[in-house]
């Protein structure tokens, strides 16, 4: 997830929690979409997409990042506020050095 868009989630959290406004951000990882399917076609990209390691071992479904926005969306999500909720199937929480 870039950077500009947790600042930018985390000030209108902040901003809008008087108005009793909920603010989150979806930060989802390689899905399985039209557009990732066309850069695995590529041969410039596809090995780097291939080798990607995701620790639940696949892809995400676009169901997947769905499913995630209508909990944020319902009121089981109702104290849920200035988070960044990474659908990515853990790739966020891999270590990896050479990210660092």
């Known amino acids: 997830c870039k950077g500009g868009l947790i600042s930018f989630t985390k000030s209108l959290a902040r901003e809008l ?3 009793n406004v909920l603010c989150n951000a979806v930060c989802p990882g390689p899905t399985n979409t039209p557009l990732l399917q066309g850069c695995i076609d590529d041969p410039l990209t596809s090995e ?5 390691s995701i620790p639940l071992g696949r892809r995400g479904e676009p169901e ?7 909990f944020l969306s319902g009121e089981q999500a109702n104290w849920i506020h200035g988070s960044i909720l990474y ?4 790739n966020d929480a891999e270590i990896r050095p ?3």
């Not at 659908?87 to 853990?90: A, E, K, L, S, Y």
């Open 87 to 90: 659908v990515d199937g853990g």
């Open 64 to 70: 997947d990042i769905a499913n995630s926005v209508w």
């Open 17 to 19: 929690a008087r108005k």
């Open 48 to 52: 780097a997409i291939k080798s990607l």
């Open 98 to 100: 050479d990210r660092y």
